[in-house]
C-alpha cells in the first residue's frame, strides 16, 4: 500500500481552515488525480460533516460541524475517497463499500464511515399550527399530518384544521 500524503500540507497558524481545505484538495489532486476535476463547496451543514456528489463531483464541506484542522483534513480525505472509488470504479464505486475502503487506505486512513462530533441534531426549526373546529383549542406539532385524512379532537369531538407554520421562536415566546 502506497500512502502518498507523506508531503501533505500542514495546517498553519493563522490560517483559515478554508484555506487549508483548499490547499489539502489541491495537494490530494495532485497526488491522486480524477476523471473530472471536483468543486470544493462549504455549505451550512448540521448533521453531515461532508457529502460526496457522484453527479456533480462535487465535495461540500459542513462550516458548522468542521471546527478545527483534523476534521476538516479527516472529512476531506473521507470525501475525496469517495470520488477517487466512483471514478475508478463507476456506480460499483459508490457508498462505503470496498472500492471506497480502498481508496481510504491508499489516501493513509482507517475507513471509518461515521464521524464522531458534536451535532446539532434533531432541533425542530418550526412548527406546524392545528387549530380544533369545536373547542378553537391550537396544537403544535414538528410536522403536518398526512393529507386526506381528518384527525379528531379527543375531549371535544371537534376536527383539527391546519392554520400555519411558525418558527419556532414565536412558539417558544407564545408559551
Known amino acids: 500500500m502506497n500512502h502518498v500524503l507523506i508531503d501533505e500540507p500542514p495546517f498553519r ?17 495532485a497526488a491522486h488525480p480524477l476523471k473530472h476535476v471536483p468543486i470544493l463547496k462549504w455549505k451550512a451543514l448540521r448533521v453531515s460533516a ?20 483534523e476534521r476538516v ?4 480525505l473521507h470525501e475525496y475517497a469517495h470520488l477517487m472509488a466512483f471514478s ?18 491508499l489516501l493513509g486512513l482507517h475507513p471509518h464511515v461515521r464521524h464522531r462530533y458534536e451535532v ?3 432541533q425542530s426549526r418550526q412548527a406546524v399550527i ?24 379527543v375531549h371535544c369531538g ?14 417558544t415566546q407564545d408559551a
Open 13 to 29: 497558524e493563522g490560517s483559515s481552515l478554508t484555506e487549508y481545505a483548499d490547499q489539502l484538495f489541491a495537494f490530494l489532486w
Open 50 to 69: 461532508g457529502l460526496a456528489n457522484y453527479r456533480t463531483f462535487q465535495i461540500t464541506l459542513s462550516s458548522k460541524i468542521l471546527v478545527d484542522a
Open 120 to 122: 446539532e441534531r434533531n
Open 73 to 76: 483534513r479527516i472529512t476531506l
Open 130 to 153: 392545528y387549530r380544533c373546529s369545536r373547542c378553537n383549542q391550537e396544537l403544535a406539532r414538528s410536522r403536518k399530518w398526512r393529507r386526506g385524512t381528518r384527525y379528531m379532537h
Open 88 to 105: 475508478k470504479y463507476g456506480r460499483n464505486g459508490t457508498g462505503h463499500g470496498a472500492a471506497w475502503r480502498e481508496s481510504m487506505n
Open 158 to 171: 371537534g376536527t383539527w384544521r391546519f392554520v400555519a407554520r411558525k418558527p419556532m421562536t414565536e412558539i
